[in-house]
């Protein structure tokens, strides 16, 4: 095995291909509003592996011990549903990815080893004594994903336990423990204000077990930062400043969130996963089609929408770069 510490040990392993045959487009058509864009999720998979796998988890890592109450947050009373997720998780990356990830289970003493990072962990399933964190935090430590964890009682969902590294500028501390409703309520009216919300939060409640769910969320960013919560807004929230007409390409990306709904059968919760993908103008542009939606559903979006996910002041020169790259890929 390999010291605990190096992060990068079989980099190898995980094939590469370029940001732009791989990141998921999030429009279907020249326009969007907010509506239950929900899909299921045919793979059935949590996870999605990518080549920035390395770069991330030491990020993750990063930022669990050094902020730790931003990005970790658990009920106590959440730890049964955190071994069913552990469980859950560890089944699908030793079935779905044998090369990645190995499982051992001899009754209640498991072996689980990571096999991208040299790291091996021996412990008694439903004894948090022998992990080094909670299973939510221990687990969430080899995924690219957000693990947020949702318990259904009384006839709604609240936000019960949360390993968040890589916010789209929420927080989780603030969160923990809201229902549905009240965790949507700083997104606009057209959402949490016109009954669309509820009919959400419903279809959420009657998600059945082997049946998950899929739906993507995005927004527009300066540069690649994946954590963009809103306890440091001071180091993030003054990029937008720099975007000039001549730069936007490269400085400005699209932030999409692939986000996937499980029921858990044994806590009769919801696990919400949030894999966030980053890609440059510029390279989003390499594919002429996504180039010329986004720029129809720039120009379609409502002023609302575009304040609320904090680009509204330098979407005109986002406009413009792309209107100067259809004009370029079809001259006449
Ligand atoms: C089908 C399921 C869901 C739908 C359709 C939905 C819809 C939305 C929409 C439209 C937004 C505004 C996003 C934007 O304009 O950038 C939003 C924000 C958000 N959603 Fe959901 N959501 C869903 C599930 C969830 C779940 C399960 C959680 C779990 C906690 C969640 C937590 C949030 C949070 C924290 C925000 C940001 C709110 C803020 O500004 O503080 N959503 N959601």
Same mark, same amino acid.
């Given at each position: 095995?390999?010291?605990?510490?190096?992060?990068?040990?079989?980099?190898?392993?995980?094939?590469?291909?370029?940001?732009?045959?791989?990141?998921?487009?999030?429009?279907?058509?020249?326009?969007?509003?907010?509506s239950?864009?929900?899909a299921?999720?045919?793979s059935?998979?949590?996870?999605?592996?990518?080549?920035?796998?390395?770069e991330?988890?030491?990020?993750?890592?990063?930022?669990?011990?050094?902020?730790?109450?931003?990005?970790?947050?658990?009920?106590?009373?959440?730890?049964?549903?955190?071994?069913?997720?552990l469980e859950?998780?560890?089944?699908?990356?030793?079935?779905?990815?044998?090369n990645?990830?190995? #499982?051992?289970?001899?009754?209640?003493?498991?072996?689980?080893?990571?096999?991208?990072?040299?790291?091996?962990?021996?412990?008694? @399933?439903?004894?948090?004594?022998?992990?080094?964190?909670?299973?939510?935090?221990?687990?969430?430590?080899?995924?690219?994903?957000?693990?947020i964890?949702?318990?259904q009682?009384?006839?709604?969902?609240?936000?019960?336990?949360?390993?968040?590294?890589?916010?789209?500028?929420?927080?989780?501390?603030?969160?923990?423990?809201?229902?549905?409703?009240?965790?949507?309520?700083?997104?606009?009216k057209?959402?949490?204000?016109?009954?669309?919300?509820?009919?959400?939060?419903?279809?959420?409640?009657? $998600?059945?077990?082997?049946?998950?769910?899929?739906?993507?969320?995005?927004?527009?960013?300066?540069?690649?930062?994946?954590?963009?919560?809103?306890?440091?807004?001071?180091?993030?929230?003054?990029?937008k400043?720099?975007?000039?007409?001549?730069n936007v390409?490269?400085?400005?990306?699209?932030?999409?969130?692939?986000?996937?709904?499980?029921?858990?059968?044994?806590?009769?919760?919801?696990?919400?996963? $949030?894999?966030?993908?980053?890609?440059? #103008?510029?390279? #989003?542009?390499?594919?002429?089609?996504?180039?010329?939606?986004?720029?129809?559903?720039?120009?379609?979006?409502?002023?609302?929408?575009?304040?609320?996910?904090? @680009?509204?002041s330098?979407?005109?020169? $986002?406009?413009?770069?792309?209107?100067?790259?259809?004009?370029?890929?079809?001259?006449?």
């Amino acid at each position: 095995m390999m010291p605990k510490n190096s992060l990068s040990v079989n980099k190898e392993l995980i094939p590469d291909q370029p940001l732009v045959e791989r990141v998921p487009f999030p429009f279907k058509g020249n326009s969007y509003r907010y509506s239950n864009n929900a899909a299921s999720l045919e793979s059935g998979r949590l996870l999605d592996i990518t080549p920035e796998y390395f770069e991330e988890i030491e990020l993750k890592r990063h930022l669990l011990e050094t902020v730790p109450d931003r990005t970790y947050q658990s009920l106590e009373h959440s730890m049964e549903a955190q071994w069913e997720i552990l469980e859950m998780i560890m089944n699908e990356m030793a079935s779905a990815h044998p090369n990645y990830f190995s #499982l051992n289970k001899d009754g209640n003493r498991w072996t689980f080893i990571n096999h991208l990072l040299g790291e091996e962990q021996t412990f008694t @399933f439903g004894d948090a004594q022998t992990l080094p964190y909670e299973p939510l935090d221990f687990i969430g430590r080899h995924v690219q994903e957000d693990l947020i964890y949702l318990g259904q009682r009384d006839g709604d969902l609240y936000l019960e336990a949360g390993q968040l590294a890589f916010p789209a500028n929420w927080s989780l501390a603030f969160d923990l423990g809201m229902d549905f409703l009240s965790i949507h309520s700083p997104v606009p009216k057209a959402f949490s204000g016109s009954g669309l919300a509820e009919k959400v939060r419903g279809f959420i409640m009657r $998600i059945e077990a082997g049946k998950p769910w899929t739906r993507f969320n995005w927004t527009i960013t300066v540069e690649p930062v994946l954590d963009t919560a809103p306890e440091n807004f001071d180091e993030w929230g003054h990029k937008k400043e720099q975007v000039t007409v001549d730069n936007v390409g490269e400085l400005v990306y699209l932030r999409v969130e692939d986000q996937r709904l499980f029921r858990l059968p044994g806590s009769n919760g919801i696990l919400f996963g $949030i894999h966030t993908h980053l890609i440059s #103008l510029d390279e #989003l542009c390499k594919n002429h089609q996504w180039m010329n939606q986004f720029y129809n559903v720039l120009l379609d979006l409502p002023d609302e929408l575009a304040e609320y996910k904090g @680009f509204i002041s330098y979407k005109e020169k $986002i406009v413009s770069y792309l209107e100067n790259k259809i004009k370029i890929s079809s001259p006449i």
